[in-house]
Protein backbone atom coordinates (compact mmCIF):
# COMPACT_ATOMS: atom_id res chain seq x y z
CA UNK A 1 0.00 0.00 0.00
CA UNK A 2 1.49 3.74 -0.77
CA UNK A 3 -0.42 4.85 2.24
CA UNK A 4 -1.52 4.36 5.86
CA UNK A 5 -4.39 1.35 6.15
CA UNK A 6 -5.33 1.66 9.62
CA UNK A 7 -4.11 2.13 13.07
CA UNK A 8 -3.64 -1.10 13.91
CA UNK A 9 -5.86 -3.25 16.54
CA UNK A 10 -7.35 0.41 17.46
CA UNK A 11 -8.94 1.87 13.88
CA UNK A 12 -9.53 1.12 10.44
CA UNK A 13 -8.86 3.28 7.55
CA UNK A 14 -11.21 5.45 5.48
CA UNK A 15 -9.91 4.09 2.12
CA UNK A 16 -9.01 0.47 3.15
CA UNK A 17 -12.87 -0.12 4.58
CA UNK A 18 -15.65 -1.45 2.71
CA UNK A 19 -18.85 0.29 0.94
CA UNK A 20 -21.49 -0.52 -1.27
CA UNK A 21 -19.50 -0.25 -4.04
CA UNK A 22 -17.15 -3.02 -3.25
CA UNK A 23 -16.62 -6.22 -5.14
CA UNK A 24 -13.40 -7.62 -3.82
CA UNK A 25 -12.34 -8.06 -0.18
CA UNK A 26 -8.74 -8.64 1.57
CA UNK A 27 -9.31 -10.22 4.90
CA UNK A 28 -6.63 -10.30 7.11
CA UNK A 29 -7.04 -12.25 11.08
CA UNK A 30 -4.32 -10.69 13.11
CA UNK A 31 -3.10 -10.37 16.94
CA UNK A 32 -2.28 -7.54 18.49
CA UNK A 33 0.01 -7.03 21.29
CA UNK A 34 -1.74 -5.94 24.01
CA UNK A 35 0.40 -3.27 25.74
CA UNK A 36 0.90 -1.77 21.92
CA UNK A 37 -2.25 -1.34 21.66
CA UNK A 38 -2.90 0.19 24.72
CA UNK A 39 -0.59 2.53 24.48
CA UNK A 40 -1.54 3.36 20.50
CA UNK A 41 -5.33 4.14 21.69
CA UNK A 42 -4.04 6.33 24.60
CA UNK A 43 -2.13 8.31 22.56
CA UNK A 44 -4.94 9.09 20.09
CA UNK A 45 -7.61 8.91 22.46
CA UNK A 46 -9.14 6.56 20.64
CA UNK A 47 -11.74 3.67 22.51
CA UNK A 48 -12.89 1.21 20.05
CA UNK A 49 -14.48 -2.38 20.07
CA UNK A 50 -11.26 -3.77 18.84
CA UNK A 51 -8.51 -1.92 21.13
CA UNK A 52 -11.27 -2.59 23.91
CA UNK A 53 -10.55 -6.86 22.94
CA UNK A 54 -6.91 -6.29 22.22
CA UNK A 55 -5.90 -4.34 24.80
CA UNK A 56 -7.39 -6.95 27.44
CA UNK A 57 -5.77 -9.75 24.96
CA UNK A 58 -6.61 -12.28 22.70
CA UNK A 59 -6.00 -16.03 21.57
CA UNK A 60 -3.17 -15.54 18.33
CA UNK A 61 -4.00 -19.31 17.87
CA UNK A 62 -7.30 -17.93 16.92
CA UNK A 63 -6.62 -16.46 13.60
CA UNK A 64 -6.84 -18.59 11.12
CA UNK A 65 -10.58 -19.80 12.63
CA UNK A 66 -11.67 -16.33 12.50
CA UNK A 67 -10.77 -15.94 8.93
CA UNK A 68 -12.20 -18.95 7.57
CA UNK A 69 -15.78 -18.14 9.70
CA UNK A 70 -15.65 -14.64 8.35
CA UNK A 71 -14.88 -15.60 4.72
CA UNK A 72 -17.94 -18.72 4.96
CA UNK A 73 -20.10 -15.79 5.62
CA UNK A 74 -19.41 -13.58 3.30
CA UNK A 75 -19.32 -16.56 0.80
CA UNK A 76 -23.24 -17.79 2.16
CA UNK A 77 -24.74 -14.67 2.83
CA UNK A 78 -23.32 -12.85 0.06
CA UNK A 79 -22.51 -15.02 -2.75
CA UNK A 80 -19.26 -14.51 -2.55
CA UNK A 81 -16.42 -16.84 -4.28
CA UNK A 82 -12.71 -17.55 -2.15
CA UNK A 83 -10.00 -16.88 -4.90
CA UNK A 84 -6.74 -17.64 -2.71
CA UNK A 85 -5.36 -19.58 -0.11
CA UNK A 86 -4.82 -18.67 3.22
CA UNK A 87 -1.63 -17.24 3.77
CA UNK A 88 -0.07 -17.95 7.94
CA UNK A 89 2.72 -15.70 8.95
CA UNK A 90 3.72 -17.08 12.40
CA UNK A 91 6.87 -16.85 12.91
CA UNK A 92 7.41 -17.11 16.88
CA UNK A 93 4.49 -19.33 17.78
CA UNK A 94 3.51 -18.15 21.36
CA UNK A 95 4.38 -20.60 24.02
CA UNK A 96 1.35 -21.84 26.65
CA UNK A 97 2.11 -20.57 30.06
CA UNK A 98 3.22 -23.46 32.46
CA UNK A 99 3.82 -23.42 35.96
CA UNK A 100 3.41 -25.79 39.04
CA UNK A 101 0.57 -25.19 41.59
CA UNK A 102 0.06 -27.07 45.10
CA UNK A 103 -3.48 -28.29 46.27
CA UNK A 104 -2.56 -26.36 49.45
CA UNK A 105 -2.23 -22.91 47.69
CA UNK A 106 -5.82 -23.62 46.14
CA UNK A 107 -7.25 -24.79 49.45
CA UNK A 108 -5.56 -21.85 51.02
CA UNK A 109 -6.96 -19.26 49.48
CA UNK A 110 -10.63 -20.47 49.32
CA UNK A 111 -10.94 -21.20 52.97
CA UNK A 112 -12.05 -24.47 52.24
CA UNK A 113 -10.71 -28.15 51.17
CA UNK A 114 -12.00 -29.44 47.90
CA UNK A 115 -11.51 -33.04 46.81
CA UNK A 116 -8.13 -33.32 44.57
CA UNK A 117 -10.02 -35.10 42.18
CA UNK A 118 -12.48 -32.37 41.51
CA UNK A 119 -10.19 -30.24 41.11
CA UNK A 120 -8.34 -32.11 38.14
CA UNK A 121 -11.28 -32.71 37.06
CA UNK A 122 -12.92 -28.95 36.57
CA UNK A 123 -9.05 -28.03 35.04
CA UNK A 124 -9.33 -30.43 32.32
CA UNK A 125 -12.59 -29.59 31.72
CA UNK A 126 -11.77 -26.16 31.21
CA UNK A 127 -8.89 -26.85 28.75
CA UNK A 128 -6.36 -26.63 31.09
CA UNK A 129 -3.72 -29.21 30.72
CA UNK A 130 -2.70 -31.12 34.23
CA UNK A 131 -0.27 -33.18 34.62
CA UNK A 132 2.71 -34.89 36.94
CA UNK A 133 -0.14 -35.00 39.56
CA UNK A 134 0.75 -35.73 42.65
CA UNK A 135 -0.87 -35.88 46.51
CA UNK A 136 0.91 -32.40 46.58
CA UNK A 137 0.16 -30.17 43.49
CA UNK A 138 0.43 -31.08 39.50
CA UNK A 139 2.16 -28.97 36.76
CA UNK A 140 -0.57 -26.42 35.10
CA UNK A 141 -0.55 -26.30 30.98
CA UNK A 142 -2.89 -23.05 30.25
CA UNK A 143 -3.87 -22.77 26.48
CA UNK A 144 -3.54 -19.27 24.82
CA UNK A 145 -7.04 -18.50 24.80
CA UNK A 146 -6.56 -17.76 28.69
CA UNK A 147 -4.47 -14.99 28.22
CA UNK A 148 -5.85 -13.93 31.88
CA UNK A 149 -4.70 -17.16 33.66
CA UNK A 150 -0.74 -16.99 34.41
CA UNK A 151 -0.37 -17.92 38.18
CA UNK A 152 -1.61 -20.08 40.42
CA UNK A 153 -3.88 -17.63 42.22
CA UNK A 154 -5.41 -17.52 38.73
CA UNK A 155 -5.92 -21.28 38.55
CA UNK A 156 -7.84 -21.35 42.34
CA UNK A 157 -10.28 -18.52 40.32
CA UNK A 158 -10.80 -20.80 37.74
CA UNK A 159 -11.60 -23.94 39.85
CA UNK A 160 -13.57 -21.77 42.39
CA UNK A 161 -15.39 -20.32 39.49
CA UNK A 162 -16.70 -23.86 38.16
CA UNK A 163 -17.05 -25.48 41.84
CA UNK A 164 -19.33 -22.72 42.71
CA UNK A 165 -18.96 -19.71 45.38
CA UNK A 166 -22.42 -19.95 47.02
CA UNK A 167 -20.53 -24.07 48.03
CA UNK A 168 -18.15 -22.25 50.04
CA UNK A 169 -19.56 -22.48 53.51
CA UNK A 170 -19.13 -19.32 55.98
CA UNK A 171 -17.32 -20.12 58.97
CA UNK A 172 -18.86 -19.74 62.49
CA UNK A 173 -16.05 -18.09 64.05
CA UNK A 174 -12.67 -16.65 62.42
CA UNK A 175 -9.38 -17.56 64.16
CA UNK A 176 -6.48 -14.58 63.59
CA UNK A 177 -2.81 -14.81 66.10
CA UNK A 178 -2.24 -11.57 67.49
CA UNK A 179 1.13 -9.83 66.46
CA UNK A 180 3.62 -7.94 68.57
CA UNK A 181 3.27 -4.41 68.31
CA UNK A 182 6.75 -3.09 66.79
CA UNK A 183 8.63 -0.56 69.00
CA UNK A 184 7.94 2.41 67.95
CA UNK A 185 5.01 2.08 66.79
CA UNK A 186 5.20 3.02 63.55
CA UNK A 187 1.84 4.52 62.75
CA UNK A 188 1.66 5.98 66.21
CA UNK A 189 4.93 7.85 65.48
CA UNK A 190 4.42 9.22 62.09
CA UNK A 191 0.72 10.63 63.63
CA UNK A 192 2.89 12.07 66.77
CA UNK A 193 5.23 14.08 63.97
CA UNK A 194 1.91 15.03 61.85
CA UNK A 195 0.18 16.37 64.35
CA UNK A 196 3.37 18.43 66.05
CA UNK A 197 3.95 20.02 62.04
CA UNK A 198 -0.06 20.57 61.88
CA UNK A 199 0.09 22.36 65.35
CA UNK A 200 3.13 24.36 63.98
CA UNK A 201 1.22 25.70 60.69
CA UNK A 202 2.22 23.00 58.57
CA UNK A 203 -0.13 21.54 56.06
CA UNK A 204 0.43 17.41 54.54
CA UNK A 205 0.38 17.06 50.60
CA UNK A 206 0.11 14.06 48.79
CA UNK A 207 1.91 13.46 45.69
CA UNK A 208 1.75 11.51 43.03
CA UNK A 209 4.72 8.86 43.35
CA UNK A 210 4.73 8.56 39.15
CA UNK A 211 6.75 11.78 37.54
CA UNK A 212 8.81 12.96 34.72
CA UNK A 213 11.59 11.93 33.59
CA UNK A 214 13.08 15.15 33.69
CA UNK A 215 13.03 14.91 37.33
CA UNK A 216 15.73 11.65 37.11
CA UNK A 217 18.43 12.48 39.35
CA UNK A 218 20.42 8.93 38.98
CA UNK A 219 19.44 7.70 35.72
CA UNK A 220 21.02 4.75 36.42
CA UNK A 221 18.83 3.75 39.58
CA UNK A 222 15.66 5.49 37.60
CA UNK A 223 12.80 2.86 37.80
CA UNK A 224 10.96 3.75 34.64
CA UNK A 225 6.91 2.38 33.81
CA UNK A 226 6.39 -0.48 31.26
CA UNK A 227 3.45 1.44 29.83
CA UNK A 228 3.20 4.94 31.47
CA UNK A 229 0.02 7.13 31.48
CA UNK A 230 1.71 9.92 29.99
CA UNK A 231 5.22 11.32 29.26
CA UNK A 232 4.68 13.48 32.59
CA UNK A 233 4.06 9.70 34.89
CA UNK A 234 6.70 7.81 33.08
CA UNK A 235 9.36 7.18 36.13
CA UNK A 236 9.16 6.68 39.86
CA UNK A 237 10.22 9.45 41.76
CA UNK A 238 13.71 9.36 43.21
CA UNK A 239 12.95 12.29 45.82
CA UNK A 240 9.93 14.02 47.26
CA UNK A 241 11.46 17.40 46.05
CA UNK A 242 9.70 17.96 42.89
CA UNK A 243 6.40 16.62 43.19
CA UNK A 244 6.28 19.56 46.31
CA UNK A 245 7.53 21.83 44.20
CA UNK A 246 4.91 21.22 41.67
CA UNK A 247 2.53 21.80 44.86
CA UNK A 248 4.49 25.04 45.64
CA UNK A 249 4.51 26.40 41.77
CA UNK A 250 0.42 25.81 41.92
CA UNK A 251 -0.38 27.12 44.96
CA UNK A 252 1.94 30.61 44.30
CA UNK A 253 0.83 30.90 40.66
CA UNK A 254 -2.39 31.41 42.59
CA UNK A 255 -2.01 34.09 44.58
CA UNK A 256 -0.56 31.79 48.12
CA UNK A 257 2.87 32.53 48.63
CA UNK A 258 3.68 31.70 51.65
CA UNK A 259 4.04 27.99 51.83
CA UNK A 260 4.41 25.46 54.96
CA UNK A 261 4.27 21.50 53.49
CA UNK A 262 5.11 18.13 54.98
CA UNK A 263 4.71 14.91 53.44
CA UNK A 264 5.64 11.21 54.69
CA UNK A 265 5.80 9.20 51.21
CA UNK A 266 7.80 6.47 49.42
CA UNK A 267 11.02 6.82 46.81
CA UNK A 268 11.86 4.68 44.42
CA UNK A 269 15.59 3.23 42.85
CA UNK A 270 16.99 0.10 40.74
CA UNK A 271 19.97 -1.22 42.81
CA UNK A 272 20.66 -4.09 40.58
CA UNK A 273 18.27 -6.47 39.68
CA UNK A 274 16.26 -5.43 42.78
CA UNK A 275 13.89 -2.93 43.32
CA UNK A 276 14.27 -1.00 46.58
CA UNK A 277 11.47 1.76 48.59
CA UNK A 278 12.34 4.15 51.30
CA UNK A 279 10.24 6.11 53.30
CA UNK A 280 11.09 9.99 53.62
CA UNK A 281 9.19 13.11 55.69
CA UNK A 282 9.42 16.00 53.22
CA UNK A 283 9.53 19.52 55.01
CA UNK A 284 8.65 22.74 52.42
CA UNK A 285 9.02 26.17 53.18
CA UNK A 286 8.87 29.73 51.39
CA UNK A 287 7.54 33.06 51.19
CA UNK A 288 6.88 34.67 54.53
CA UNK A 289 7.18 33.05 58.28
CA UNK A 290 4.88 35.24 59.58
CA UNK A 291 2.11 36.67 58.06
CA UNK A 292 1.89 40.58 58.10
CA UNK A 293 -0.55 42.71 60.31
CA UNK A 294 -0.57 45.78 62.42
CA UNK A 295 1.62 44.84 64.71
CA UNK A 296 3.83 42.44 62.93
CA UNK A 297 5.99 43.01 59.80
CA UNK A 298 6.30 39.70 57.20
CA UNK A 299 9.39 38.17 57.82
CA UNK A 300 10.91 35.55 54.82
CA UNK A 301 11.37 32.30 55.54
CA UNK A 302 14.94 31.62 55.98
CA UNK A 303 17.69 28.85 56.44
CA UNK A 304 17.36 28.73 60.03
CA UNK A 305 13.67 28.67 59.97
CA UNK A 306 13.81 24.85 58.08
CA UNK A 307 16.95 24.13 60.37
CA UNK A 308 14.77 25.07 63.47
CA UNK A 309 12.01 22.94 62.39
CA UNK A 310 14.45 19.97 61.27
CA UNK A 311 16.10 19.97 64.97
CA UNK A 312 12.38 20.35 66.79
CA UNK A 313 11.42 16.86 65.38
CA UNK A 314 14.66 15.40 66.33
CA UNK A 315 14.30 16.40 69.53
CA UNK A 316 11.23 15.81 69.78
CA UNK A 317 11.98 11.61 68.76
CA UNK A 318 14.81 12.04 71.96
CA UNK A 319 17.76 12.83 68.80
CA UNK A 320 19.99 14.58 70.16
CA UNK A 321 23.44 13.37 69.24
CA UNK A 322 24.41 13.67 65.58
CA UNK A 323 27.23 14.39 63.41
CA UNK A 324 26.95 17.36 60.91
CA UNK A 325 28.15 18.32 57.36
CA UNK A 326 27.83 20.92 54.59
CA UNK A 327 25.32 19.22 52.00
CA UNK A 328 26.74 18.71 48.05
CA UNK A 329 23.66 17.50 46.26
CA UNK A 330 22.28 19.08 42.85
CA UNK A 331 18.88 19.84 44.36
CA UNK A 332 20.07 22.60 46.94
CA UNK A 333 21.97 25.58 46.29
CA UNK A 334 23.38 25.54 49.80
CA UNK A 335 22.60 22.93 53.23
CA UNK A 336 23.53 20.74 55.44
CA UNK A 337 23.01 17.03 56.38
CA UNK A 338 22.85 15.64 59.77
CA UNK A 339 23.81 11.73 60.08
CA UNK A 340 24.87 9.18 62.51
CA UNK A 341 27.39 6.86 61.51
CA UNK A 342 27.02 5.98 58.50
CA UNK A 343 23.65 6.48 58.23
CA UNK A 344 21.94 9.78 57.03
CA UNK A 345 19.32 10.99 59.03
CA UNK A 346 18.46 14.32 56.97
CA UNK A 347 19.78 16.80 54.84
CA UNK A 348 17.71 20.08 54.28
CA UNK A 349 18.68 23.50 52.63
CA UNK A 350 18.07 25.32 49.72
CA UNK A 351 16.43 24.79 46.57
CA UNK A 352 18.86 25.02 43.73
CA UNK A 353 18.32 27.70 40.99
CA UNK A 354 18.20 25.01 38.18
CA UNK A 355 16.04 23.07 39.78
CA UNK A 356 13.02 25.50 40.91
CA UNK A 357 13.20 26.24 37.66
CA UNK A 358 12.93 23.44 35.91
CA UNK A 359 9.52 23.04 38.22
CA UNK A 360 8.53 26.73 37.43
CA UNK A 361 9.13 28.17 40.76
CA UNK A 362 10.93 31.80 40.99
CA UNK A 363 10.93 32.48 44.87
CA UNK A 364 13.24 30.82 47.06
CA UNK A 365 12.23 27.70 48.98
CA UNK A 366 13.81 26.00 51.21
CA UNK A 367 13.29 21.83 51.89
CA UNK A 368 14.11 19.03 54.24
CA UNK A 369 14.35 15.40 53.24
CA UNK A 370 14.14 12.82 56.21
CA UNK A 371 15.38 9.30 56.02
CA UNK A 372 12.08 8.31 58.44
CA UNK A 373 13.30 4.30 58.07
CA UNK A 374 16.62 5.51 59.80
CA UNK A 375 15.04 7.73 62.56
CA UNK A 376 12.61 4.90 63.44
CA UNK A 377 15.27 2.52 63.63
CA UNK A 378 17.62 5.02 65.80
CA UNK A 379 14.50 5.61 68.40
CA UNK A 380 14.14 2.29 68.46
CA UNK A 381 16.96 1.64 70.09
CA UNK A 382 17.15 4.49 72.34
CA UNK A 383 16.40 3.97 75.94
CA UNK A 384 14.08 6.25 78.15
CA UNK A 385 15.48 7.53 81.32
CA UNK A 386 13.91 9.71 84.15
CA UNK A 387 15.51 11.34 86.90
CA UNK A 388 14.94 14.05 88.80
CA UNK A 389 14.52 17.78 88.03
CA UNK A 390 17.82 19.94 89.23
CA UNK A 391 17.34 21.59 92.59
CA UNK A 392 20.39 23.87 92.21
CA UNK A 393 21.23 26.81 89.70
CA UNK A 394 22.76 26.60 86.62
CA UNK A 395 25.85 28.56 85.20
CA UNK A 396 26.65 30.29 81.83
CA UNK A 397 29.67 31.26 80.87
CA UNK A 398 31.44 32.47 77.14
CA UNK A 399 33.90 31.93 74.89
CA UNK A 400 35.45 33.49 71.84
CA UNK A 401 38.39 32.00 70.04
CA UNK A 402 39.73 31.50 67.08
CA UNK A 403 40.52 28.32 64.63
CA UNK A 404 40.91 27.19 61.60
CA UNK A 405 38.46 27.81 58.65
CA UNK A 406 37.84 24.26 58.58
CA UNK A 407 36.59 23.22 62.12
CA UNK A 408 33.31 23.05 62.85
CA UNK A 409 31.22 23.68 65.67
CA UNK A 410 30.16 20.17 66.28
CA UNK A 411 34.22 19.31 66.88
CA UNK A 412 34.09 22.40 69.68
CA UNK A 413 31.30 20.55 71.29
CA UNK A 414 32.01 17.34 71.48
CA UNK A 415 36.00 18.26 72.86
CA UNK A 416 33.58 20.36 75.42
CA UNK A 417 31.57 17.44 75.98
CA UNK A 418 34.51 14.85 76.48
CA UNK A 419 36.64 17.31 79.01
CA UNK A 420 34.04 17.24 81.25
CA UNK A 421 30.46 14.82 81.12
CA UNK A 422 29.07 15.64 84.51
CA UNK A 423 28.89 19.26 84.97
CA UNK A 424 28.71 20.88 80.88
CA UNK A 425 24.91 20.41 80.19
CA UNK A 426 25.04 22.29 76.88
CA UNK A 427 27.47 23.98 74.41
CA UNK A 428 25.79 26.57 71.85
CA UNK A 429 26.64 28.73 69.37
CA UNK A 430 25.70 32.86 69.51
CA UNK A 431 28.17 34.15 67.00
CA UNK A 432 30.31 33.32 64.22
CA UNK A 433 32.73 35.76 62.35
CA UNK A 434 34.55 34.95 58.72
CA UNK A 435 36.37 38.13 58.46
CA UNK A 436 35.73 39.06 54.63
CA UNK A 437 37.89 41.47 52.70
CA UNK A 438 38.15 43.60 56.10
CA UNK A 439 41.26 41.69 57.37
CA UNK A 440 39.89 42.00 60.23
CA UNK A 441 41.05 38.03 60.55
CA UNK A 442 44.10 35.98 59.98
CA UNK A 443 44.16 34.60 56.50
CA UNK A 444 42.45 30.79 56.95
CA UNK A 445 41.28 31.29 60.67
CA UNK A 446 37.29 32.12 61.54
CA UNK A 447 35.93 33.33 64.73
CA UNK A 448 33.34 30.90 67.42
CA UNK A 449 31.35 32.59 69.94
CA UNK A 450 30.21 29.91 72.24
CA UNK A 451 28.48 29.68 75.69
CA UNK A 452 28.65 26.28 78.09
CA UNK A 453 26.00 25.99 80.61
CA UNK A 454 27.12 23.99 83.70
CA UNK A 455 24.99 22.95 86.47
CA UNK A 456 25.74 20.25 89.52
CA UNK A 457 22.66 17.92 90.46
CA UNK A 458 24.33 17.95 93.89
CA UNK A 459 25.45 21.42 94.69
CA UNK A 460 25.71 24.82 93.64
CA UNK A 461 28.99 25.37 91.73
CA UNK A 462 31.41 27.63 92.99
CA UNK A 463 33.66 30.22 91.33
CA UNK A 464 36.74 27.83 92.13
CA UNK A 465 35.23 24.80 90.59
CA UNK A 466 33.85 26.75 87.39
CA UNK A 467 36.80 28.29 86.71
CA UNK A 468 38.87 25.34 86.86
CA UNK A 469 36.30 23.53 84.12
CA UNK A 470 36.17 26.14 81.69
CA UNK A 471 39.85 26.34 82.18
CA UNK A 472 40.06 22.27 81.18
CA UNK A 473 38.23 23.13 78.07
CA UNK A 474 40.41 25.78 76.65
CA UNK A 475 43.17 24.03 77.03
CA UNK A 476 41.67 21.15 75.08
CA UNK A 477 40.62 23.22 73.04
CA UNK A 478 44.40 24.99 72.55
CA UNK A 479 45.95 21.01 72.18
CA UNK A 480 43.10 19.77 69.93
CA UNK A 481 42.42 22.24 67.30
CA UNK A 482 45.02 24.93 68.11
CA UNK A 483 42.12 27.28 69.39
CA UNK A 484 42.82 30.73 70.35
CA UNK A 485 41.00 32.09 73.14
CA UNK A 486 40.15 35.60 72.29
CA UNK A 487 40.47 38.31 75.95
Not at 199 to 206: A, C, L, T, V, Y
Request: aromatic share 8%; glycine share 6%; hydrophobic share 40%.
Amino acid sequence: ASQPLCIAGVFGGKDSGVSVSTTNIFLESAYFDSVSVRKTSKKHGLKTDASFRFERGTDPEMTVVALKRAALLIQEIAGGTISSEIGDIYPSPVTPARFEVTFQEINDLIGASIEQKQVISILNGLGIETSEVSDQGFTATVPAFKVDVTRPCDITEEVLRIYGYNNIAIPSKINASLGNTQRPDREQTQHFVADMLSGQGFSEIWCNSLTRSAYAIDKASVVEILNPLSSDLSIMRQSLVHPALESVAYNQNRKMPDIKFYEFGKTYAMEGDAYTETQKLLLMLSGSAQAEGWSTKQTPVTFYHIKAAVEGILARLGITAFQSEELTDELASYGVRYFRGSSEIVRFGAVAEQTRKLVGVDKEVFFAEFNWSTLLEITAKLKIKNKEVAKFPSVRRDLSMLVDKNVSFDTLRAIAFKTERKLVKEVNIFDVFLGGKSGSLPDGKKSYALNFILQDDQQTLTDKQIDAVMQKIMHNLAKEVNAEIRK
